[in-house]
């Protein structure tokens, strides 16, 4: 197995559940409003559910649960959410010894989730996930990885180079799932791109780093940046390509939808626990959409990821041929 480094925020998740008051309405302008609830009033609802979350822990887990040594890099205060988080970790056997505890309060999200169509409002703390400088790529000399894991760090660039620099200088490869601050700077994005291994990001991200509309066309553009690209597309699965295989495929299992919160992040780092143990670009897809099938059939984003030993169904998968086509 690998030694794998997550870095990114990690945080405490509240799920408020029920079945008709966060129903979605529309309004004349074609928006959709969450919610029937009146301002003053008392809502009662259904259910809740308390978990952890974030980039960085929600990757862990998946790490750690096939088998990895995983450890965390990332921000964490001395708060009920901080325990949480850090309990979490000791749960799932991931190394928090390089968290930093800061004078902050710990992220936290509440959840608002239509029980009945799946649909959820996030009302998100990012907290003492915030910030980034003080985090240090010279842990990386300690740890000595053999994959770095790198969700957003809130848009700080010039941390995430000294990350990827370091992994690089150390012999560690590099995969990177950036979030909307690092998308709000397409140009500099790019410009990190050849230090990343394995980029993952939605189409809708793939569309605001690189010109295009079709999957095809925008994996072309970001494969001239980077070596494997993966692009999600929601429902219809995905399109991923190594410069020498590209495989389109479909949703591991069209099942319903109960919670899509973490599903990306099930996706990639589901990709990363196994390419990192088998070095199989189409079995490591595979993985990562059953890994973000199940997550989407639980309740957090925690709650369904795999451990790699499951049994494993056919699915849609299929090659493509000529990716310029």
């Known amino acids: 197995m690998s030694r794998i480094v997550s870095i990114g ?39 809740t559910f308390f978990g952890v979350g974030g980039s960085g822990a929600n990757a862990a887990v998946t790490f750690a649960r ?18 949480s988080v850090l ?23 509440v959840i608002l989730l239509d029980a009945k169509s799946g649909e959820r409002t996030t009302l998100s703390f990012r907290g003492a996930s915030a910030k980034s ?11 000595q990885p053999d994959w770095i894991y790198v969700g957003t760090l809130q848009g700080n660039m010039e941390k995430l180079l000294e990350f990827f620099e370091k992994a690089h200088a150390l012999g560690a490869k590099v995969m990177f799932n950036p979030g909307p601050a690092e ?10 791109l050849e230090d990343v291994d394995v980029l993952i990001v939605n189409k809708e991200e793939a569309a605001q780093i690189v ?8 994996l072309a553009h970001l494969s001239n940046y980077c070596e494997t690209v993966i692009i999600t597309d929601g429902s219809m699965g995905a ?12 949703v591991y299992e069209q099942a319903r939808v109960r919670d899509a919160t973490g599903v990306g992040d099930a996706f990639g780092s589901g990709f990363l626990a196994e390419f990192a143990r088998s070095g199989d670009f189409e079995k490591s897809l595979r993985f990562a959409s059953a890994n973000a099938s199940k997550v989407a059939q639980s309740y957090g984003a925690e709650t369904g990821i795999l451990t790699g030993e499951e049994d494993f169904h056919l699915m849609p998968f299929q090659k493509v041929e000529d990716l310029a086509g």
């Open 66 to 83: 096939c088998g990895h040594e995983t450890i965390f890099i990332g921000n964490l205060a001395h708060d009920a959410a901080g325990e």
């Open 183 to 192: 998308l709000k700077h397409p140009q500099k994005l790019i410009g990190l």
């Open 87 to 109: 309990e979490c970790f000791d749960k799932e056997n991931i190394d928090s010894s390089y968290a930093s505890i800061v004078r902050a309060a710990t992220g936290c999200s």
């Open 239 to 250: 399109i991923a390509t190594n410069h020498q295989d590209t495989y389109r495929l479909g």
């Open 9 to 47: 925020p990690a945080c405490q998740e509240i799920y408020l559940i029920d079945r008709d008051d966060f129903e979605g309405l529309e309004t004349e302008g074609g928006q959709s409003i969450f919610g029937k609830m009146i301002i003053g009033t008392h809502v009662d609802i259904d259910k």
């Open 211 to 218: 010109p295009g509309v079709l999957l095809t066309e925008l």
């Open 133 to 143: 400088d003080n985090l240090s790529a010279a842990d990386l000399d300690t740890i």
